[in-house]
């Protein structure tokens, strides 16, 4: 099979350079004109700014411009409308791995071509129509730029391998296609919408031909469409476009809709290289070893420390257990308690309730220096009103009450969680007990053992992601179990995890050549090709919630997961993540996205930053890198 992608074995129709760039139009098989690169080209070269012609979506639609050739070549444009693009704009193909993207300028009525990677001479210069490539009006056919290689610029991510078709069958393809698509058009009658699931299932029928050994070549997954911009919000439309999964986002209406695509995926997750899942063989690494009587023989600086993940949520948790965190609110003093009805007449109906306040009660009774008892009554918080209109408020509720005098306290922040709490709190001003699960800032809850096995499983994922840095990967590492009985939390509601489940994974994107194959994601696979096997697919879940992928497990990973990777644990149920490096940049812990405990999401887990010694430097990754 030839994957060659050049244009030198082709019969040129149209050769000379049409612009300072030494472009040319040249006419394929099956494909019709297209742009070619007549010298090299670097990544990020902008290849024309073209003016457009717009039409509007009442003329495209009244005119039935789709029944027409110029369906084939316009694209999407602000409010539904369409536009032709002028120049060069018309003529670059589709192909599912573009080595140009295209970025529409409304204000400007402009489209901007730029390469996306390095370009070879003879390489032909594609935009991506649609990630979605049911979503064509043909069958894409014939040449595709080169695959991308390492050598390109860029971030070394796109070099995915391209899938061809050799030259005759091509050929051969794109004669039947055309036949095809010329009898699916006359069967439609210029109706988009039948016409368009005749082309969906004209596509699904050759993938089936090509699974079924039609044709021995491997069927591309769907691309994958990564956008990027931001742009006008548009109407869906039925139109033929040259970007047909429009980016639709809201924000400035300078950009909108760049699409790069990484098509040609390796296979599944679940599988190895090129086997299909089920070759792959479903391992379970060993268990980890670990001594029961805990970290106690090890010198405490040797040992390290574990500090709860920072998110959001834990930074207002940290304030909230800081008995010195003090707020001012206005205080009547009531004493000694005569007008008792009429002031909480007023603080329920004379004055709104601030949020903030919830926690206090409302009264107060203290014995002053004199031996005096005094009644104090929560009104407002400072910062919200001053003393001539708090009590010009009184006055107009109750002349009596006006006259009574108003007093700024300190009062605690938040309600106290603790019996000690409730006691330090309370000497402020009385408030409100709302005892619940305490979670330390640090390990203070974990038992000896707990903390030896913790160690266990940070000291295999260390030495795991040498091995795999060794090996040309990341140095980075995940190890996921489930506690040991003796450790099971002793909480009501905790569901056993499956027995004997467990998996161990390396980040792979770089053997793989897959942007995805992060350490995190692949132990979440290993695990699901597991519960796929015997004896993990016969196991019936004891309970409601039990057979998610890492329901009640504990994860060991060396640095923080990326949000993506953190989202991918939630949805997984996972119980605990232990990991070393922080990664202020991308992690999805610590920082502002502390995935694992937002009140918005239906899962919240524990996750762990053990701070012991260790070589920072031979795990270092740079800070951009998304674990
Ligand atoms: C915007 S035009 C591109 C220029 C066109 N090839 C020409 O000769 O004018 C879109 C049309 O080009 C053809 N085309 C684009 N990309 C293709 C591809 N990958 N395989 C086959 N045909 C393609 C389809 O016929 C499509 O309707």
Redesign the pocket.
């Known amino acids: 099979m030839s994957t060659d992608t050049t244009r030198k074995d082709a019969d040129p129709v149209t050769t000379g350079t049409i612009n300072p760039l030494a472009l040319s139009v040249e ?2 098989p ?5 742009v070619f690169a007549s010298a090299p080209i670097r990544a990020g070269t902008v290849l024309e700014v073209a003016p457009v012609l717009v039409l509007t979506k009442e003329q495209w639609e009244g005119g039935r411009m789709d029944d027409t050739v110029l ?3 316009g694209f999407c444009w602000a409010r539904g409308g369409m536009a032709l693009g002028l120049g060069i704009a ?6 599912s791995t573009p080595n140009v993207n295209f970025v529409r300028n409304f204000a400007a009525g402009t489209i901007t071509f730029t390469t996306s990677r390095a370009v070879d001479t003879d390489e032909e210069l ?1 935009i991506c ?1 649609s990630a979605d490539e049911t979503k ?9 730029p080169r695959p991308a290689t390492p050598s390109d610029d860029g971030d070394g991510l796109e070099r995915l391998a391209a899938l061809q078709l050799a030259p005759d069958d091509a050929e051969r393809e ?1 004669r039947e ?2 036949e095809r ?1 010329r009898e699916t058009r006359r069967q439609a009658g210029g109706n988009t919408h039948s016409a368009k699931e005749a082309r969906r299932a004209k596509w699904r029928a050759k993938q089936e031909k090509m699974r079924n050994g039609g044709n021995s070549e491997i069927v591309a997954p769907q691309p994958v469409a990564v956008a990027s911009g931001s742009g006008l919000l548009s109407e869906p439309t039925s139109h ?1 476009s ?1 970007d047909s999964d429009r980016t639709v986002t809201s924000g400035s209406n300078t950009v909108f809709g760049q699409t790069e695509t990484r098509a040609d995926l390796p296979p599944p997750l679940h599988s190895d290289s090129n086997k299909l899942r089920s070759e792959v063989p479903a391992e379970v690494p060993p268990l980890l070893e670990w001594d029961e009587a805990g970290p106690s023989e090890l010198p405490e600086t040797q040992w390290g420390e574990l500090r709860r993940a920072r998110g959001p949520i834990e930074i207002e948790e940290e304030a909230e257990d800081d008995n010195s965190a003090l707020i001012q609110v206005w205080a009547l003093d009531a004493s000694p308690g005569t007008l008792m009805k009429e002031v909480l007449d007023f603080t329920k109906k004379g004055v709104p309730l601030d949020e903030r306040m919830r926690h206090l009660k409302r009264v107060r009774r203290i014995t002053d220096e004199a031996g005096e008892e005094r009644v104090l009554v929560a009104l407002a918080m400072a910062d919200t009103a001053n003393e001539d209109e708090l009590r010009a408020l009184l006055s107009s509720y109750d002349e009596r009450l006006g006259a009574l005098p108003l007093v700024v306290v300190d009062t605690p922040r938040s309600a106290a969680k603790t019996t000690e709490q409730l006691a330090v709190r309370n000497t402020y001003w009385p408030v409100l007990y709302t005892p619940g699960v305490q979670r330390y800032s640090n390990a203070r809850g974990f038992s000896g053992p707990k903390l030896a096995w913790v160690r266990a499983g940070i000291e295999r994922v260390l030495a795991d992601a040498l091995a795999a840095k060794a090996r040309g990967e990341l140095p980075v590492a995940v190890y996921v179990t489930s506690p040991p009985e003796s450790l099971y939390p002793q909480s009501d509601g905790f569901i056993p995890p499956t027995d004997g489940l467990r998996g161990a994974a390396a980040d792979t994107r770089t053997s793989c050549d897959h942007p995805l194959r992060h350490g995190v994601l692949n132990a979440i696979a290993s695990v699901a090709r597991l519960r796929t096997v015997p004896p993990f697919s016969e196991i019936t879940p004891s309970r409601n919630g039990a057979d998610y992928l890492l329901t009640s497990m504990s994860l060991f990973v060396t640095h923080e997961p990326c949000v993506m990777c953190s989202m991918a644990l939630l949805h997984s149920r996972v119980r605990e993540v232990f990991f070393v490096f922080p990664r202020p940049r991308a992690g999805g812990f610590e920082g502002s996205f502390g995935v694992h405990s937002r009140r918005d999401l239906n899962h919240r887990f524990d996750a762990w930053r053990w701070t012991g010694p260790v070589d920072a430097e031979a795990y270092a990754i740079p800070d951009n890198v998304e674990i």
Do not use: I, M, T, V
């Not at 099956?30 to 297209?34: E, I």
């Not at 018309?90 to 192909?95: A, E, G, M, P």
């Not at 043909?138 to 040449?143: H, T």
């Open positions: 006419e394929r099956g494909r019709g004109r297209g369906g084939e070549y018309s003529l670059f193909n589709h192909s594609c129509y064509l009006w043909f069958l894409p056919n014939g040449e595709r794109a296609d055309k698509a033929r040259q």
